[in-house]
């Protein structure tokens, strides 16, 4: 079956929801390119989120994430993965529902911590609970990523294929975003 993406499609949720993983394959599927906010702003600063953080702080890192996830809404359609932040900035909510379609990738807080616990890669986790960090960050958060246009569970049980998978039946719904290709 082939499909074709009317919009730009951002994933959005929390650090190890699966927006990278889960919207690879979504990009492979749809036939449309993958993009990660994060990794453009990496590969446009030369130095990694965590460095930016340290060194320029997160405001800094925030108003360069606006700029970028402003450049790829305009550029082709595509699946984009957002960082665990990005959604939380009014700006981007705005510049998403006009250009595009929020999906959140609802991952419970158990599921994020048996993701996120090994890695040194997450800067707001190198705290002295990062636990509690994390725990933090997700009701802070998860109140703001209700509003997403489309919201699909990631449970332990599916995998990455079927993640990906129930991403397009949500966005079957959406007519103006993706339809079958005649």
């Excluded at 499609?9 to 650090?15: C, K, P, R």
């Amino acid at each position: 079956m082939s499909w074709k993406l009317k919009k730009t499609v951002a994933l959005v949720g929390m650090m190890g929801a699966g927006k990278t993983a889960v919207g690879k394959v979504l990009s492979a599927r749809l036939g449309v390119p993958f993009l990660d906010s994060d990794a453009e702003i990496e590969a446009a600063a030369n130095r990694t989120v965590a460095e930016i953080f340290s060194r320029d702080g997160e405001p800094f890192f925030r108003e360069k994430e606006s700029q970028v996830i402003q450049r790829l809404l305009e550029n082709e359609r595509c699946i984009l993965s957002t960082g665990g932040g990005a959604f939380m900035a009014e700006r981007n909510q705005q510049m998403i529902a006009q250009k595009g379609v929020a999906v959140w990738l609802n991952a419970p807080l158990d599921v994020l911590w048996t993701r996120v616990r090994h890695k040194d890669s997450r800067p707001l986790l190198r705290t002295p609970n990062p636990y509690q960090t994390l725990k933090g960050l997700y009701e802070k958060r998860t109140p703001v990523y209700a509003r997403a246009d489309l919201s699909v569970d990631v449970l332990p049980k599916y995998s990455i294929e079927d993640t990906a998978e129930l991403v397009i039946q949500a966005l079957q719904t959406r007519p103006d975003v993706l339809e079958i290709a005649e």
